[in-house]
Nanobody, 122 residues
Framework: VQLVESGGGLVQAGDSLRLSCAAS????????MGWFRQAPGKEREFVAA????????AIGNSVKGRFTISRDNAKNTVYLQMNSLNPEDTAVYYC????????????????WGQGTQVTVSS
């Protein structure tokens, strides 16, 4: 399984970014996909997740109302739309996949991408 994130960068507070994660190596629509982030000196944090069918989503409390997750199973890609970014959103953002229900626990996800850096300046 290979996950490749893209779309990170340096933005100003209040800006928007859309991250993408392209997956290969498994039947994409059968697996849940998630986004996590890790800031320097902090533990990896759950951001959002979506089931293979897109029927269910989960959003972390710190980004609720600002971030949304979606996926295009025809393109084997999951997206994270991030609006109203603030400096506290600065982190490396990781894409992950697992078979089964959504989970906010990082230890329950099977495969991870290399991450993409998002930096928000004030």
């Amino acid at each position: 399984v290979q996950l490749v994130e893209s779309g990170g960068g340096l933005v100003q507070a209040g800006d928007s970014l859309r991250l993408s994660c392209a997956a290969s190596g498994r039947t994409f629509s059968s697996y849940s996909m998630g986004w996590f982030r890790q800031a320097p000196g902090k533990e990896r944090e759950f951001v959002a997740a979506i089931t293979g069918s897109t029927l269910y989503t989960a959003i972390g409390n710190s980004v609720k109302g600002r971030f949304t997750i979606s996926r295009d199973n025809a393109k084997n890609t999951v997206y994270l739309q991030m609006n109203s970014l603030n400096p506290e959103d600065t982190a490396v953002y990781y894409c992950a996949t697992r078979f089964g229900a959504l989970s906010t626990n990082t230890h329950e996800w099977d495969y991870w991408g290399q991450g993409t850096q998002v930096t928000v300046s004030s």
